[in-house]
């Protein structure tokens, strides 16, 4: 297998390496004054032994990173000055929408954002503009993190959490919610994912398999709540949810979801 020998608990994301492998056949746009060449090569070596020998998310892949795209890109258009790409894995969004007067901030596990910012120095890539925040989320103080590496609560951003929260503990899941809010400006977007599952779901085998082979690899699948929960979350937090796309990914049982949310903050 692709991945025999190059992943461990305690290595780089291997959830976080297929994402970057599927993205590697997409067709993106870029900022003017990015580098989507530096995003294309990262996600080329990623990719390398890469065939699909994992699950097929290729459905699923496509359809988030036509989302999130294009937030940065609307985000970009209207002059956002911070994005926060929270649990980034190997996103280069901050490369190929890289935009003079744009902080990008990247949060990340630091065995997953060790191993890419390894691997963008060998590229080489310029990594002017991305401020890189190694944090293990589970053990609280995102507020601290952001604050420490420039954030600036006073001015808009475009929060990302893509493919994220279902590994994060449930108070993880509030506290990145609440800190989010508390830290958006008028004006600011949170863009994120959830998985959720109803209490009458029915979990196959398959998924059981899944589910335990991310947890030998310390990718444990943690949260996922109902729609409804997971949207009360948010409400609860201090977000209005303005979209919700359900995605058909070719993969989800009756009773379990893949949502694109876009939320502002409740005024
Ligand atoms: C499925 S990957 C998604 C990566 C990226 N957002 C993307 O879509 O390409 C999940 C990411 O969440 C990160 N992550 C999981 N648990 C974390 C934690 N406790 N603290 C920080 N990052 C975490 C992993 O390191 C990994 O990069």
Redesign the pocket.
Known sequence: MWWDGAVRPDG??L??R???AN?ATLERPAAPTGDPAADERLCAALAEGYEGDYKDVSRW?AA?TRF?DAEVRDALAWGVPQVV???????GRALRFRTPGVRFFE???P???GDKRARLEALPADVEGIAFVA?????GGLDGALADAGHTADRPTLF?????LR??PEP?VHELFAVAAERSAPGSVFALTLSTREADAVVTDSQRAEESFLADLG?DVLTVPSRATGLRWLDAAGWTVTDVEDVDTGQTVPGESRLLVRATPTP
């Open positions: 780089p994301s959830t976080a297929v994402v970057a993205r892949v988030r999130f790409i929270l649990g980034a894995g190997y996103d949060v990340d596990h065995n997953t954002q944090h293990d989320l589970s053990a990302l959490a893509e493919g994220l590994y994060l993880t990718e």
